[in-house]
């Protein structure tokens, strides 16, 4: 079992757009010239991954003197989740969010396996209205890839091989955005 999962992934991982990717590296790397913001949001999953990268773009594009990516996860405060979830709905905690930001952010990366997640589906509408910029790390064919501006699709309708693959895109954004050139700052 552990050996036909490894072969698995390893399929869908070269099955990867890094055409895609790459756009979306090359985007990160003109928020970061800008000083803009990049928020991230996700559910279960797909939220630890939105922290995830929200951490690695902070920290990992802090190289050769150069400011860091100003990067944001709106799913890490469980204070303001839970006090939107109340007074609005659950669907709108994240959009209610990423309205306090509208006027900094240039991104809005959606991370979600299934790409039909009521409450990042609201928040890249929401997005969209206000002319922010949406990437969606999905599967393939998803409510999520349609809306979105970026699409990177895992091939595969596997949520654990999805995840994988979504934390492994998720840090080949990140060491895209910081890479200056070998040996160059």
């Not at 490894?6 to 090359?26: F, N, P, S, W």
């Not at 990160?28 to 913001?37: F, K, T, Y």
């Not at 990437?135 to 895992?154: C, E, K, M």
Request: glycine share 8%; proline share 2%; with cysteine.
């Amino acid at each position: 079992m552990l050996s036909e999962y490894r072969e698995r992934l390893q399929t869908v991982i070269a099955g990867l757009d890094m055409a895609q990717i790459r756009a979306v590296g090359e985007l990160l790397r003109d928020v970061q010239a800008a000083g803009s913001l990049v928020l991230v949001v996700g559910n279960g999953g797909g939220a630890a991954t939105a922290s995830h990268l929200a951490s690695d773009l902070q920290k990992l594009t802090r190289v050769c003197g150069s400011r860091a990516i100003k990067a944001l996860a709106l799913t890490d405060s469980v204070a303001l989740i839970t006090a939107w979830a109340n007074d609005t709905s659950f669907e709108m905690c994240l959009a209610a969010q990423l309205d306090v930001f509208v006027e900094d952010t240039a991104v809005l990366v959606c991370i979600s396996a299934g790409g039909a997640s009521p409450n990042v589906l609201a928040a890249a509408r929401s997005a969209k209205t206000h002319g922010i910029t949406v990437v969606g790390i999905t599967s393939a064919a998803t409510p999520l890839a349609q809306l979105s501006d970026h699409a990177v699709q895992i091939p595969s309708t596997d949520m654990q091989i999805i995840e994988d693959c979504q934390a492994v895109v998720c840090h080949m954004l990140s060491r895209f955005a910081a890479e200056r050139g070998e040996g160059t700052c």
